[in-house]
Structure formats: C-alpha cells, structure tokens
C-alpha cells in the first residue's frame, strides 16, 4: 500500500509537468496592475469599457429601473432558462439588429440563440461553421487587419484558420477600401469574412453606407458568408438603427449571413455576459435544422445560458417606456464620448497648434481611436481612450522594461499589444496617449 500511495502521488505531481505556460493576457494583467496601483490619478486605458466624469463605471438608469422591477416580481424564479435561452429575449434582441420588418424575422428565418456575451456568440458561430459549412478547401476565416485580438484564438480554438484582409491605411488612418474590396474579389468562392458591424475594433474606422454596398454586391458576386460581429449596436453613434444599418443592408440583400450580438457596452453589462448569436436562414425548414444543431452544441458546452442578464434586456426591449428611456441612457454614453473626441480635436488643432492633419479623432468612431503614422522626429503615435481630455506623450527606450509592470510617473499604463508594436524598431519612440484624467 506504501509503495502504490508513493507512486500515485510521484505519477500525480508530475502529471501536468509538461504543460507550457501561458502568457497572461495582457488587458486583464493590465487591469490588474492598474487596480494595484495606489496613484489617485490613474488612468486605464486597456479594457474597453465606459467612465463616467469621475473615472467610475457607469450603471445606466434604466437597468437600475430594470432591476428593481424583477426584484418585485413575485413570479420570478431561479430555474433553468431552455437550451437556446430566453425567448422573450432571444425574438426581442433579433428583431433589435436584423430590424422588426425584415424579412428573414417576418419569415421566421432567423435563429437566435442566447450566448455568453458577444464572446460566446462568437465561439459558437465559429464552432457551427466549423462543424457544418461547405468549405472551398480548408476551413479559412478572414479577419480585418486588425481586428479584436481574441478574433484569432476563438477560430483557431476550433480548426479554423485565421487569414488577414487590409483594412486600415496608416497612410490617412482610415480605412484601406481599395484593399478591403480587392481582397474579397480575390477570395475563393463562398469564403468567410468577418465583418465589424459599427465601431470597428481597434480603428473605429467604419465604411461608408456607400462602400457597404459596394462590399454587399461584391459578396453577392462570389458568393461569401458575412460572419458580423455586433459589440456596439448604439454606443457608436448614438442611434440603434444606424448603428446596425450594415447588417440590415446585407440581410435585405440577400446575403448569407450570421450576426454575433453584445449587450456589454450599449446596456452597460459587462459581468452580466448578455449576448445572442443570430443566424439566418433561406427558408424555415432549414432553420430548423441550423436550430436544432446549434442547440446541440449549446448543451454540450454550456447546458443553457444565465437568466438575469437576459431578463434584464428582455424586460427593456419589450417594454416601451424602459425601451425609450435605454435609448436616451445610450445618447447619453455615445454623445459623451463624441463631444469628447471634438475636445480633444480642438485642443489639439486650437490651442496648442499641433502639427498634423487631426481629423481622424471626430471621423473614427466609438471608444477607440487608433493612429500608425509617421510625425518625423516622432515616428509612431498610437492613441485609445475610453474617454479624453488631456493630451500628453511618453517616452521609452529600446531597453526599458516592458512597460505592462511599469508606468510612468502620472500613473498611466502601455498594453502589451501597444508596445510590442514599436519595440525595438528604432532607438527611442515617442507614444502620445490621451485620456481624461479626473479633476
């Protein structure tokens, strides 16, 4: 007995010894850092989430109005919601983004299944691809360069291979139209693209509703799969209607389609991982069976989603007064952050006679603003805020210490993806980030 409990316990402390490991990950590290740190006028200005004027989560109106009415309700209970989630939610939320008159939600051609956030929208629009669309050659998913970093290992997670497509220009930080638009023509019949449906993630470089008839028609011609990716349906611009104006466009066309859906950032939800993933279908019968799979592949990873989330937007977007008062909670957010942008841009050009061409901080759109540009002496300049008031640059040598444990003396903290773009290309670099810092 002695020697088989020695075994056991050697075999089991060197079970796992070959198990490399991971990186952290590098907004969540940064996170963490910023918590830790005890400097009063610190900025974050990793993860993608809204402030308020004084630098605190904001938690809109008309969720605490939301809450407070299914604390009241003697009916509620904590059971299981059904495998693809809440209905009441799942039909208000597709009707939310393909548009209550459109004809795939009319027809009954829509499939909606509630998901863990616009993450796990994501994760199960890539796994159902994976396992049953028709691929021309190996399972290929192209991604805009760049994209959202965890784009890469939800498809790679599940055998599909990530390929870039141009999309931003450093050259006028805009977006690259002419390459976005030769790329799909090139592509193999019946690719997969994915698509930013507003706000683009890292740019805020959208196209024009011209251009998305152009992308439209182009995809119409070879015959690909629109895989949008929703995360900020009114939080760019203000307007729910504008803001999923894309998708609607491609639906109303014809084209094929699946939509992943956040509501992380328009409904100020972030931990409560409220998402759906949308699919439609050419007619019902073969929404049915898309149903049917994606239940299949719902219960085996996560069983059924959480309820309060859902039942939070449910009770907003079926009820008329809550669903106009959520509407001007997102103005309120989305305004904001535009008339920020406009500060920032007349402080720049104004007062403080910036060399440079501007214009990209009011043309972007959304939380983030990103530049790539050459500003001899100052070769690179990347920006993103979640909000921003006061402009002020760093810099770094070649040998500094990678800058996700260190800051500098105001307290503000580099990404990893932000320093691992420039790091060791020349001998100093100068990084000008703005942010708003609280009075």
Known sequence: MSFLSNGSSRVSAEMWQQVPLAPPDSIFKLTAAYKADTYPRKVNLGVGAYRDDDNKPWVLPVIKKATEILLNDPNLDHEYLPITGLPEFTSAAAKLILGSESASVQEGRAVSVQTISGTGANHLGALFL????????????????????????????????????????????GLDFTGFLQSIRDAVPGSVFLLHACAHNPTGVDPTPEQWEEVATAFLEKGHYAFFDCAYQGFASGDLDRDASAVRYFEQRGVPLLVCQSFA?????????????????????????????????????????????????????????????????????????????????????????????????????????????CFPPRPFVFEREESMLIFFTLQFHRNQPDPISSHDRKGTYLSYRQWSNFHGRIKLEEFALCCRLPR
């Open 130 to 173: 994976s396992k049953f669309y028709k691929w021309n050659g190996q399972p290929i998913i192209y991604l805009s360069n760049p994209t959202w970093a965890n784009h890469h290992a939800i498809f790679k997670n599940v055998g599909i291979t990530p390929v870039d497509y141009p999309y931003y220009d450093p050259k006028t930080i």
């Open 265 to 373: 950032k328009n409904a100020g939800l972030y931990g409560e991982r409220v998402g759906a993933l949308h699919v439609v279908g050419s007619n019902q019968e073969e929404a049915n069976r898309v149903r049917s799979q994606l239940s299949v592949l719902q219960r085996s990873e996560i069983s059924n989603p959480p309820s309060h989330g859902a039942r939070l937007i449910a009770l907003i977007l079926n009820n008329p007064d809550l669903f106009e008062e959520w509407k001007r909670d997102i103005k309120t957010m989305a305004y904001r952050i535009i008339d920020m942008r406009e500060k920032l841009r007349d402080i720049l050009v104004n007062e403080l006679k910036t060399p440079g061409n501007w214009d990209h901080i009011t043309s972007q759109i959304g939380m983030f603003r990103f530049v790539h540009r």
